[in-house]
């Protein structure tokens, strides 16, 4: 099995995304978890990713997995919310 780097996977994860799954998903799915199996293309849904883990799992033991959140550049954002004020 070819170990790959977590940048690959990314790269292919959000390429698989952008260009076989988004448009199949979007906007139904908006705001929904997605995790992709970057070798097979296969993936699953959930409103949670812990269970989209899963469910991919289910799919493909053996997957190579990547987290996306359907409808938004990242899974997760990091940061304050805008308007937030540090005191």
Request: aromatic share 6%.
């Amino acid at each position: 099995m070819e170990r790959v780097t977590a940048q690959e996977v990314a790269r292919r994860g959000r390429q698989l995304y952008e260009e076989c799954i988004g448009s199949r998903v979007e906007p139904e799915h908006d705001g929904r978890f997605l995790v992709v199996d970057v070798d097979s293309g296969e993936y699953a849904l959930a409103d949670d990713e812990l269970e989209a883990f899963a469910r991919a799992r289910e799919k493909t033991p053996e997957g190579v997995l990547f987290l996306i959140r359907v409808g938004h550049r990242a899974a997760h954002r990091i940061g304050a919310s805008p308007g937030y004020r540090i005191r």
